[in-house]
């Protein structure tokens, strides 16, 4: 069992720049692969972006690409997402996960959720 919690979301302008950090529970923070995943009204959830375990692989949605950088501190045992040249359409709910497998972009290879920070872009 692993607790996921997210901060650092709130209101920025078309253009800007926001960091979300995600606090993961216990010492085993280590054994996953880390994700961000975003989900807009009216939309499904979709896949942002993906660290694997020792940080040395990411993954990256095409709309997250060379704006966003996934990172993971193992002593603080936390996951950021650097939000740079943030556009209107980065505007949903951002939900941090944990997964055992590899820094996939599927739902359902991740095991444990955050309860999800509110991103809001302002043109």
């Known amino acids: 069992q692993v607790q996921l919690v997210e901060s650092g979301g709130g209101l920025v302008q078309a253009g800007g720049s926001l960091r979300l950090s995600c606090a993961a529970s216990?010492?085993?923070?280590?054994?996953?692969?880390m994700a961000w995943f975003r989900q807009a009204p009216g939309k499904e959830r979709e896949f942002v972006a993906a660290?694997?375990?020792?940080?040395?692989?990411?993954n990256y949605a095409d709309s997250a690409k060379g704006r966003f950088t996934i990172s993971r501190d193992g002593v603080r045992y936390t996951a950021y997402l650097q939000m740079s040249n943030v556009k209107v359409d980065d505007t949903g709910v951002y939900y941090c996960?944990?997964?055992?497998?590899?820094?996939?972009?599927?739902?359902?290879?991740?095991?444990?959720w955050g309860q999800g920070t509110q991103v809001t872009v302002s043109s």
């Open positions: 996960a944990a997964g055992m497998n590899s820094p996939s972009s599927r739902r359902n290879d991740y095991n444990y």
């Open positions: 216990g010492r085993t923070f280590q054994s996953y692969a």
């Open positions: 660290i694997s375990r020792g940080g040395a692989i990411t």
